[in-house]
Nanobody
């Protein structure tokens, strides 16, 4: 199985929205909890959303109410809808299992929130 492939990042103004996609083919991704993570410059990687195979979601307070994670197992894809973006959301965003497996870190997708 190969690493997930993230896409959908870009430059957005504060208050804007982005939808990230994670193409994660393979039974391990389809049958386990998935997570979205981010890493800002000089900071540790952190979990921003998780979703179980039954669709139960969890978010840290920093993004709760603004980010929404979803998954489409038929398409082997996990999504992260990000609304009301703030400059502090600027980071490289990754998807992986939750808890994460080192072998499944991909390249990530850059999200920059700036005016």
């Amino acid at each position: 199985q190969v690493q997930p492939v993230e896409s959908g990042g870009g430059l957005v103004q504060p208050g804007g929205s982005l939808r990230l996609s994670c193409a994660a083919s393979g039974s391990i991704f389809r049958l386990k909890t998935m997570g979205w993570y981010r890493q800002a410059p000089g900071k540790q990687r952190e979990l921003v959303a998780s979703i179980t195979i039954r669709g139960v979601t969890n978010y840290p307070d920093s993004v709760k109410g603004r980010f929404t994670v979803s998954r489409d197992n038929a398409k082997d894809t996990v999504y992260l809808q990000m609304n009301s973006l703030k400059p502090e959301d600027t980071a490289v965003y990754y998807c992986n299992l939750w808890p994460a497996w080192d072998r499944y870190w991909g390249q990530g997708t850059q999200v920059t929130v700036s005016s």
